[in-house]
Structure formats: structure tokens, C-alpha cells
Nanobody, 122 residues
Framework: QVRVVESGGGLVQPGGSMRLSCTTS???????????MGWYRQTPGQPRELVAT???????NYGDSVKGRFTISRDNAKNTAYLEMTSLRPEDTAIYYC?????????????WGQGTQVTVSS
């Protein structure tokens, strides 16, 4: 099994910054080859939406609402992805989920973390 754990959420004022981390581990991890890591967010009653993704080759993709404000990065040696969020707005308030996609044996699989709450409020 592969475990995905997010950290770094909390309360921040509008205009502030915050960094989220996503770490992968687990008993199957030695045979799991990561292709891409990504961040998604969800608010009550709304579908989960793309925030940002990054491939093993560090190609990135961002949701339109966060372009220019958020930056995704990864440390392949630590199997960790980061999301630097700046100029935060109240509408960025959501549960942020990390997704990890890769190969486990012959299968392409993906795993989700439990999510971390980000609240932007004064």
C-alpha cells in the first residue's frame, strides 16, 4: 500500500502565503514508480478541482484560478511535493488534497491523501 499525507494547512489572512506538503510512503512504496503528483481542492457541494500538477520531469500544469499565485514543486529524493500559495483569497478556502499517480507493478494507479483544510479569512 502507498500512503499519501498532506500537511501545512490552517488559517491565513487574505493576501497571505502558505505552503502545503505532500509526502508519500508505505509498504509498497519500494515498487511504486511515481509519474505525477498533484494538488486538488474541494468545497462543500462542489466537485474536486485541479489546483496544480507536476510530473517526474517537473512539467507543471495549473488551474486557471491559481495561475501566477501558486507554485508546485517536488523533491524526488524525498518523494514529496509542495504547493506554495501566495496572494491568498477567501475563495481559495477549501480542503486541499494531494494525488499521486504512478506504476505499481504492471498497473497504473493513483492514491489520494485525506486532505488538509486551508481557510483564508480575516
Amino acid at each position: 500500500q502507498v500512503r499519501v499525507v498532506e500537511s501545512g494547512g490552517g488559517l491565513v489572512q487574505p493576501g497571505g502565503s502558505m505552503r502545503l506538503s505532500c509526502t508519500t510512503s508505505g509498504s509498497s512504496f519500494t515498487t511504486f514508480s511515481i509519474y505525477a503528483m498533484g494538488w486538488y481542492r474541494q468545497t462543500p457541494g462542489q466537485p474536486r478541482e485541479l489546483v496544480a500538477t507536476i510530473t517526474s520531469g517537473r512539467n507543471t500544469n495549473y488551474g486557471d484560478s491559481v495561475k501566477g499565485r501558486f507554485t508546485i514543486s517536488r523533491d524526488n529524493a524525498k518523494n514529496t511535493a509542495y504547493l506554495e500559495m501566495t496572494s491568498l483569497r477567501p475563495e481559495d478556502t477549501a480542503i486541499y488534497y494531494c494525488n499521486v499517480e504512478g506504476a505499481l507493478g504492471d498497473a497504473v494507479v493513483d492514491y489520494w491523501g485525506q486532505g488538509t483544510q486551508v481557510t483564508v479569512s480575516s
